[in-house]
């Protein structure tokens, strides 16, 4: 049973520019969030996605938008991008219900230069 | 707003010894987890905790939760080199999940 994927595993990017990450969940979940981690921080919640709509935000201006499909794969997507950006984009998922175990991806590694 | 504060950030010890890490958070919750990070990688969960009183021990890691004071512990018994990582608490209110800033464990041998 493969757990959360993503994809890409790393990625340079230059500042203004656009990028896409992509994230498959864990089989039998239908939940999916995002996460920011910088270097030496703990990760920060970007959304989360269920039956396709996001259901929550965290403290992310609107540069930060995502999208979730029927299948229940997800995406991240980032415009303008700015330097500060670069971190460690992990994706969660879960089933549905609050007290459910979260399990998340190795991550896609994003550099802004 | 929810806060979650771990401490200490930063833990060296020698093996065979035991030690705690502690997570304070600022508001009610209805569920509070542990994680472990290896550099360069993802989060494995340890511990999901779900109301007041609740244990639970995997190995030489124990963790527990007391909703009153809003503080988890998570436990090492006799550490060994292996369990060196970085360990996340995060405290789950509605759908969001607000992490820690994490304690890095370097453990001695």
């Known amino acids: 049973d493969a757990g959360v994927t993503q994809s890409p595993t790393h990625l340079i990017k230059t500042r203004g520019q656009q990028v896409t990450l992509r994230c498959s969940p864990k089989s039998g979940h239908d939940t999916v969030s995002w996460y920011q981690q910088a270097l030496g921080q703990g990760p920060q919640f970007i959304f989360q996605y269920y039956e396709e709509e996001e259901r929550q935000r965290g403290n992310f201006p609107d540069r930060f938008s995502g999208h979730q499909f029927p299948n229940y794969s997800s995406e991240l997507n980032v415009n303008a991008l700015l330097l500060g950006d670069s971190a460690l984009y992990l994706c969660?998922?879960?089933?549905?219900?609050?007290?459910?175990?979260?399990?998340f991806g190795e991550g896609s590694w994003l550099t802004v230069v | 707003e929810l806060k979650v504060e771990q401490n200490p950030l930063f833990l060296s010890m020698q093996e065979g010894k035991n030690y705690t890490i502690y997570c304070n958070y600022s508001?009610?919750?209805?569920?509070l987890y542990w994680y472990r990070q290896d550099p360069g990688k993802s989060l494995e969960s340890l511990f999901v905790l779900l109301s007041n009183g609740a244990v639970k021990q995997e190995g030489r890691l124990m963790a527990s939760l007391d909703t009153k004071a809003r503080l988890s512990t998570l436990h090492i018994t006799a550490a060994v080199h292996d369990l060196s990582a970085t360990y996340f608490c995060a405290v789950g209110r509605d759908d969001k999940i607000i992490f820690g800033k994490g304690t890095r464990l370097h453990i001695l041998p």
């Open positions: 969660a998922s879960r089933t549905d219900g609050s007290g459910n175990t979260i399990y």
């Open positions: 508001t009610t919750s209805d569920r």
